[in-house]
């Protein structure tokens, strides 16, 4: 005897489409979710570091005086002809120095180099008629580090963009998972409540506590 199976449903079907947007929603809501777990793990935990950094940074900083001298002729000329590229390579091959540039200052007596760095710093201070200098470095420690990750501080523009690219993973689960709450017909009213509840109860903590 042969068995006949049921015909695939078709767009006309009744409920044809209220089904596939679930499939979809949910599909969505759960890839997404495992996608960016690690980023938005990590804004989580970053965001109570942020939050108490006082709990996580004491004693964790270190910092190193150092002085040098360097060419004397990279400094004495003219400030359009101070030798910017020379001195920087030089800092950062002398004394081990990460970070970025973050600025390099020129005045009648000295220059001012600064390097920035998630939970870094360096900042060196040259003398421009004998190119000798002073040195301090600080490197604030791990947490000082991801909480400044956590900001996009002196991370660069590739963090950036991942800063950015975060933010939109964060509101694509959000707003799937709002979707789906729409498909649950024994669950909608109760979960769309608490969603609004846990919307205003913020509004009121800020209305009410923040100064």
Known sequence: MDIETPAPARPHAPGYWRRHAAAWCRWLHIYLSMVSFAILLFFAVTGLTLNHAEWFTAGHATTRHCQGHLDPQWVKAPDAGV???DIVEFLRKAHGIKGALGEFLIDDSQCTVSFKGPGYAADSFIDRA???????ESRLGLVAILNDLHKGRDSGASWSLLVDVSAVLMTAVSLTGLVLMFFFRRRRITGL???????????LIYLALVP
């Open 130 to 136: 004998s190119g000798n200098y002073d040195l301090t």
């Open 83 to 85: 030798a910017k590229l």
């Open 193 to 203: 409540a608490a969603a609004i509840a846990g919307a205003l109860l913020c509004y």
